[in-house]
């Protein structure tokens, strides 16, 4: 069974940074992909950015430039960079993993394990 542990959410001013941080345990040989999404309040969920197991990256257009997915093997931790953020970034994020899919399409049934949910809110 494949955890993804979530932690770094919380309340943020806009303009300023958050690092959210997912913690992969269990049998993960089989995760080829990871990715993380949002959801906000009477939104669907949104991919907002996706890592292949080779390091590409794909970004959700609306948050290009100012998000980076990053990953450390030795601590199994993937990361979730959140600079200059804005008051629409605010949801749910939740840290993602798949075994066989599309990667980069940043779409939720490409994914197969799921963290708890994180959440962001960035004020004006």
């Known amino acids: 069974q494949v955890q993804l542990v979530e932690s770094g959410g919380g309340s943020v001013q806009a303009g300023g940074s958050l690092r959210l941080s997912c913690v992969v345990s269990?049998?993960?040989?089989?995760?080829?992909?990871m990715g993380w999404f949002r959801q906000a309040p009477g939104k669907a969920r949104e991919g907002v950015a996706g890592?292949?197991?080779?390091?590409?990256?794909n970004y959700a257009d609306s948050v290009k430039g100012r998000f980076a997915i990053s990953k450390d093997n030795g601590k199994a931790t993937l990361y979730l960079q959140m600079n200059s953020l804005k008051t629409e970034d605010s949801a749910v994020y939740y840290c993602?993993?798949?075994?066989?899919?599309?990667?980069?399409?940043?779409?939720?049934?490409?994914?197969?394990?799921w963290g708890q949910g994180m959440q962001v809110t960035v004020s004006s």
């Open positions: 993602a993993a798949g075994v066989r899919g599309w990667w980069n399409r940043l779409r939720s049934e490409d994914y197969n394990h």
């Open positions: 269990g049998y993960a040989k089989n995760i080829n992909y």
């Open positions: 890592m292949a197991s080779d390091g590409r990256t």
